[in-house]
């Protein structure tokens, strides 16, 4: 057995979570079938934000895991460590969660590479098991043990995305920017700036988001909108604010930074 105890993944206040459409309702139903889901989105859309909220409303321990392309099975599953009585099987967080009943939730699971993603499949079927084949356990998930993936569609191409496979092992809800109104409500309550401030904020991200695929990558995140709040919260003047927030983390190019700084001077 494993001796980490599940209280230290319990979410023990109420995370704020805003909802944007019926992703709350349509997740509890889910939830009740066991259903593996995925959180289709791009960064810094609520979706991290939205699998606490709804690990706190079920009552379930969250184990999250940050996935990248180093990452092998084994550092999802478990493995033998030696220490100074010999060697001792360790399990890793997958595990873990399938054996305590925690919703286990793989951020931005594309990252990782296929080989270690198929370890997820035993899971995501009828079996719920996880073959442990180094130990020679096989571990029967919880009967609350959860899995959820986020995918971010806008990165994957030919050499990263998931295995047609993996991806039908999942019912998936679509997450995107919050519109206009329900975003300054979110960046004002996050930050404690007030709705004026919050709602330019939003407006310099619409401009910008209007760039994406003409030279920018990826829009400007709620989450950046957050961290722009926050400055300017601590007294900075909101045109560094969003310079440190909304511009150079974004671009190298120095036509498009002068871009999204013309659309920072229009606001502040
Ligand atoms: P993702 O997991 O999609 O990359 P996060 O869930 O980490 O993004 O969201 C980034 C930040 O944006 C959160 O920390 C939170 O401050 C804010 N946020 C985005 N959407 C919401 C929402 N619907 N309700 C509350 N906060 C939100």
């Known amino acids: 057995m494993t001796d980490i105890?599940?209280?230290?993944?319990k979410i023990s206040q109420e995370p704020y979570y805003r909802a944007v459409g019926r992703e709350v309702e349509l997740y509890d139903a889910a939830y009740a079938r066991r259903m593996p889901m995925m959180l289709k989105g791009p960064?810094?859309?609520?979706?991290?934000?939205?699998?606490?909220?709804?690990?706190?409303?079920?009552?379930?321990?969250?184990?999250?895991?940050?996935?990248?392309?180093?990452m092998t099975a084994s550092d999802l599953v478990g493995r033998f460590l030696l220490d100074k009585d010999g060697t001792k099987w360790q399990d890793g967080p997958l595990t873990t969660a399938a054996r305590i009943g925690a919703i286990c939730y793989l951020d931005e699971v594309v990252e990782a590479r296929q080989d270690t993603t198929v370890v997820i499949h035993p899971l995501t079927d009828h079996r719920r098991t996880l073959p442990l084949d180094k130990k020679g356990e096989l571990v029967h998930a919880h009967p609350d043990f959860q899995l959820v993936i986020s995918y971010n569609p806008g990165?994957?191409?030919?050499?990263?995305?998931?295995?047609?496979?993996?991806?039908?092992?999942?019912?998936?809800?679509?997450?995107?920017?919050?519109?206009?109104?329900?975003?300054?409500?979110?960046?004002?309550?996050?930050?404690?700036?007030?709705?004026?401030i919050a709602s330019k904020l939003v407006q310099i991200a619409h401009r910008a988001r209007n760039?994406?695929?003409?030279?920018?990558?990826?829009?400007?995140?709620?989450?950046?909108?957050?961290?722009?709040?926050?400055?300017?919260?601590?007294?900075?003047?909101?045109?560094?604010?969003c310079q440190m927030t909304m511009v150079t983390p974004l671009t190298d190019d120095p036509d498009m930074r002068e871009t999204l700084?013309?659309?920072v001077e229009t606001f502040f």
């Open 5 to 9: 105890s599940n209280e230290q993944y």
């Open 43 to 70: 960064t810094g859309c609520g979706k991290s934000r939205f699998v606490e909220y709804m690990a706190w409303k079920l009552g379930r321990p969250l184990i999250t895991v940050a996935c990248n392309e180093d």
């Open 155 to 196: 990165y994957q191409s030919l050499m990263k995305d998931l295995k047609e496979s993996t991806k039908q092992r999942f019912g998936a809800l679509n997450f995107d920017y919050p519109e206009a109104e329900l975003e300054s409500e979110i960046v004002a309550r996050e930050t404690g700036v007030d709705s004026e």
């Open 211 to 241: 760039l994406k695929g003409h030279g920018l990558d990826e829009g400007i995140s709620t989450r950046l909108l957050v961290y722009a709040g926050e400055l300017i919260n601590e007294g900075v003047d909101p045109a560094y604010a």
């Open 261 to 263: 700084e013309a659309a």
